[in-house]
Nanobody, 123 residues
């Protein structure tokens, strides 16, 4: 069982930056692929970024955030980060981190989810 707690959300002006953090419980964090998803008002939870279990070589981004967002992880701290730069109003959403045994962009690949943190970008 893995528990995930996100933090770092808030209100920021367009063009600004935020860094989200997600701390995981459990001693097996380093064996999980990690992802970030977001959900604006509505039923869809959209993929944002993913990182493989050992970080480094394997990261993957949605086209909408490529070049602006960076996912990273620190296995010693059981933490995954999402650095968000050049934020746009359309980035406004609740951001969720997720852990899974398989790396990828599909929602179904992830077994554990955090409660989410709100990011609001004003124009």
């Amino acid at each position: 069982q893995v528990q995930l707690v996100e933090s770092g959300g808030g209100l920021v002006q367009a063009g600004g930056s935020l860094r989200l953090s997600c701390v995981a419980s459990g001693r097996t964090f380093s064996t999980y692929a990690m992802g970030w998803f977001r959900q604006a008002p509505g039923p869809e939870r959209d993929f944002v970024a993913a990182i493989s279990w050992n970080g480094g070589d394997y990261t993957y981004y949605a086209d909408s955030v490529k070049g602006r967002f960076t996912i990273s992880r620190d296995n010693a701290k059981n933490t995954v980060y999402l650095q968000m730069n050049s934020l746009k109003p359309e980035d406004t959403a609740v951001y969720y981190c997720a852990a899974g045994s398989h790396y990828g962009s599909e929602y179904s690949k992830y077994d554990y989810w955090g409660q989410g943190t709100q990011v609001t970008v004003s124009s």
